[in-house]
């Protein structure tokens, strides 16, 4: 009897050891592991071009990057796009074919690349009749507004509204006119792209020049 509780004892003893909760036994070198438990799919995330503007702006403004601007009365304001945080579609003028156009973009405070890059993209997007490049007819000029630095371009010639990085040249319209602004803004440049018919841009210059120079802090 003494013999059968003595090994009752050992074995109950050794049944507890393997139970430690400081186990730390590893698998084996090249075995399978057990697949892991189903997560639920990632909600999609809103690209930062697309994040909603600010409560700050109210109507009759936009905001982007920490940046507030006035946008023109007879402007109108079109939808959300991918990449874009405001839209605003001008008035066209007599006898041109389509309205003129002002994209704003915001990619955040480290990201859109630099001014120079984007100054010769949005010079790249335009052909000249005699085929010099654009860089060397059109305008680039900087200042400074409410402490920032701004710069300005104009282009005009044969514009390939669909270009972009291999992008084919396959939306050319020719006698286009681009007015542009870089502000460096405190939590990074906001580009402004105005691109439309010459007369149209021509008509409406004052107003987009308006809208930058209304651009501040709020």
């Known amino acids: 009897m003494k013999n059968r509780l003595f090994l009752l004892a050992i074995t109950l003893a050794f049944g507890a050891a393997g139970c430690s909760p400081e186990d730390t036994t590893e698998a084996p070198a090249g075995a399978v592991p057990p697949p892991p438990a189903a997560e639920a799919p990632a909600a999609p995330t809103t690209p930062r071009a697309e994040v909603a503007t600010p409560a700050t702006a109210q109507a009759g403004q936009g905001a982007a990057g920490g940046l507030l601007w006035s946008v023109p009365d007879h402007w109108q304001t079109e939808g959300q796009r991918p990449m874009r945080v405001a839209t ?7 006898d041109d074919p389509d309205p003129g156009e002002v994209a704003v973009f ?21 052909d000249q009749a005699d085929g010099r490049p654009t860089r060397e007819v059109a ?7 409410a402490g ?5 371009v104009r282009a005009a010639g044969t514009y390939n509204a669909a270009a972009g990085p291999m992008a084919p040249r396959a939306d050319l319209r020719p006698g286009y006119r681009l007015i542009g602004a870089i502000v460096e803004g405190p939590e990074g440049a906001v580009f402004f792209k105005f691109t439309g018919p010459e007369q149209t841009v021509a ?8 809208m930058i120079e209304s651009i501040d802090q709020p």
């Open 139 to 145: 305008e680039r000029e900087s200042t400074e507004i």
């Open 148 to 152: 920032m630095s701004v710069t300005l």
């Open 88 to 94: 605003y579609r001008t008035p066209a003028a007599e």
């Open 203 to 210: 008509d409406e210059e004052a107003h987009f020049l308006a």
């Open 106 to 126: 915001y990619f955040g405070p480290t990201e859109g690349g630099t001014v120079d890059a984007n100054v010769d993209r949005w010079f790249g997007q335009f």
